[in-house]
């Protein structure tokens, strides 16, 4: 039987698609999509193995284009607190990629950096999460932090600020 998510996204490629009519059966379950205008219907029927061999009733469902089938959760992102004066020594080390933030290697360590730490161009100063991979984050310039922008386990995003570091 097909999971839910791949309903959906089955749903999502045939409201794109220039076909009206779609069906799939696979070891006694079937599913045909059909589209009507602005909508896509969806049958889908699964085959009980049982000793009187009944079916289910078909569940039938009307599903608006795929964009408002599913609206996806919107995620609050925290905006880092805007520096009180631009100094031109302050440079900002930011985020090269969309991922989760960890001040640390892993949970029963300290923290990379803090504030007030000196470090080198090559120093590690996090890490980023991003697709399961852990990309250490290195300083790229010589100097102090001065601040710490992004909290633990925090979301970021590409090209956010996450340390200013004095140099």
Known sequence: MLKIQEIRELIKLID?????????EHEGSKIKMKKHQNQTTVVSQTQVAEPVNQLQTPVQQAVQPAVQAA????????E??????????????????V????????PESGPFVKVGDKVNKDS????????????EIEAEVTGEI????VENGQLVEYGQPMFLVKS
């Open 146 to 149: 001065v601040e710490i922008l």
């Open 99 to 106: 991922g989760t933030f960890y001040s640390a290697p892993n």
């Open 16 to 24: 794109q698609a220039s076909i009206d009519e779609f069906s799939y």
């Open 71 to 78: 609206p996806a959760p919107v995620a609050k992102v925290e």
């Open 80 to 97: 880092p607190a805007p520096v009180k004066a631009e100094d031109p020594n302050l440079h900002k080390i930011v985020s090269p990629m």
């Open 124 to 135: 590690v100063v996090c890490i980023v999460e991003a697709m399961k991979l852990f990309n």
